[in-house]
């Protein structure tokens, strides 16, 4: 995908602490009152063209780390630890402090999974809290717009030595996505604030996240909330991460601000006029997410808004389509192949994204669905070449069907094909009955069974028209069928056969005569049985 860069500067619409001292903030800059703890979202630099429409461009890339809260998720969490070769050291991780954090955090993330089973929300983690990153800098003795110098010193040691820090914790979470097969992947630094008197940053941050990625930091008491708290805190920030904005008052959010992939507006925020007044994960402090409460306009900024209703989330509610190759036929059998794409949702707010994978299956006759073979090895893309070999034991009319599905359970409508099996008793004339629809008559009110008849010589040389179906049951004298299309005119031709049959078991035969006067020997045949629901095919004389 290209990318059109839309420089480096860092915007600062921020929200100040979750739940504590309000203050003032005018046009999305926080300007806080002396000493206030604060909590904030800066917009992250960001590089992104919005292009990209089909499936096989759609991948999300390099800066597409956490578009909306779906699927799969890698996090590292980082512990820096100063080494007093820059800064004085303040403080040294404990294994205690080191083993709360990752509950801490453990816990704020599991929170989001709980909250909607069907975003099939997975967090992996990549735990550094047993071995903290050294670093020259003491992080908590620096403002929060000092971040640069530890963090890039951070990522230096754990080997993301090039480009800026943003490059560098951008590589490294894209790095987590590859290892760990994950759709979505973002950082958490923690900060140890133990022996800081405010436990927060030099200028009274102490946690704050970039909207969409690629990081959030915490310090270890973060302010008034203290290590207890961790996991709400954690929680809040991880909604930036995805997009969603702060809603409680002093973060002074526009109603109409809009966020996520969906392009949802913040309608829950706490500024007169909204359209909705409810407790949320976003509007901070520790009861919501103790009462677990989201609200619509968060949950739509994060991607789970289900538009239709049918349970898939609209980032992932989309359909698969066919592009089929003309169907070939070799001496090893039928030969199908083709390509299968599943488009992403369409969002005017972000580039297109879609973490939707699609495989393909087939079925024969009505029977089982089994899968067919991607091109490349493996269904694992939104955008998949397949093929199909198909061998036919039997001779007549075959129908085989072909369907995609998604990763999260959209399926789409059949592609369905007739292989037409030549009868080398009948030197290409052929018949084939279908089972009843549904059952069998008697028990689904059933009144006729439906047939193929075909002409196709297996030589090249040209068919005959069809000239009429003949069917009898039980042995009886044969009878009309009934054309599908109201006249026997072509070389395929469907046909109906009406029933009125009594209760048990009966044989339904069919034959074909062609328009030189040729008659079906090798004629078809069915065995039902009303009042059961069963059907046997009988042996084809």
Known sequence: MSKVSRGMSKARGVCLSIGMVS???VLGTAQAEEGEPREGHFSAPDVEAFSATSASTAIPGFYQTSEYMIGRVAVGV????SDGTIDAELNTWSADQRQRVLAEVRAGLEWW???APQANL???????TTDPIATGYEPIRHPQYEEGLWIGDVMSRLGYAGGSYWTRVRTYVNDLRERYDTDWAFAIFVVNSAGDTDAAFADRYFAYAYIGGPFLVMTYNNAGYGIDNMDAVAAHETGHVFRALDQYASA??????????LGVETQNSQRAGCASNLPSIMRGGIYPYTANAIDPHARGQIGWRDSDGDGLFDPVDTTPTFSVDPVTRSDDGWNYAGRVSDAPYPSTWRPPATINTVWVEYSV??????????ADGRFDSPDEAFALQLRFAVSGNHRVELRAHTRFGSVSSPAGFVAVVPDPIDGGLDTWLEPPPAGLPGVTSATSLAGMASSYLDDGSPAVAIDRVEYRIDGSEWQIAQPQDGAFDGPEEGFVIPLGLQGGAHQIEARAIDATGKVEQNFAALQVSTGYQAYIPAVQK
């Open 122 to 128: 997975t967090f992996v983690i990549d735990d550094h």
């Open 113 to 115: 999974s709980r909250q």
């Open 365 to 374: 006759d009505g029977g089982g669905w089994l899968p067919a073979e991607p």
């Open 252 to 261: 002074n959010i526009v109603c109409t601000a809009k966020s996520g992939y």
């Open 78 to 81: 980082i512990l820096p630890e």
């Open 23 to 25: 203050a003032l903030i």
